[in-house]
């Protein structure tokens, strides 16, 4: 069984900073996608970032480049999303999610509907 568990989100002011995570177990294959996507209330579920489970390739969002960076601690199974200059933009429901396999020249492509696997969610309010 997959089990994705997302923490380290809150409320912060515009221009800071937030690090998510995202524990990870029970993944059988090396060959996985990590990902997160975050929605906003009455918004469609937005592709933020993704990387593979070693680390070698990602893919950032136009709206997350030069402000976030998606990570993987392998020894904790845990992946990482840094968030700086937040924006009251960045308001969601941050979510995990994992598919196998993982094509890095697909990172663009993939769709909330190609994750077998969710986490919960952790909600990420930026105020002005």
């Known amino acids: 069984q997959v089990q994705l568990v997302e923490s380290g989100g809150g409320s912060v002011q515009a221009g800071g900073s937030l690090r998510l995570s995202c524990s990870a177990s029970g993944l059988t294959y090396s060959d996985t996608c990590i990902a997160w996507f975050r929605q906003a209330p009455g918004e469609e579920r937005e592709k933020v970032a993704l990387?593979?489970?070693?680390?070698?390739?990602?893919y950032y969002a136009d709206s997350a480049k030069g402000r976030f960076t998606i990570s993987v601690d392998n020894t904790l199974n845990t992946v990482y999303l840094q968030m700086n200059s937040l924006k009251p933009e960045d308001t969601a429901m941050y979510y995990c999610a994992a598919r196998p396999p993982c094509l890095a020249d697909r990172m663009p492509l993939y769709i909330p509907t190609n994750f077998n696997s969710w986490g919960q969610g952790t909600q990420v309010s930026v105020s002005s």
């Open positions: 990387i593979n489970r070693r680390g070698a390739s990602t």
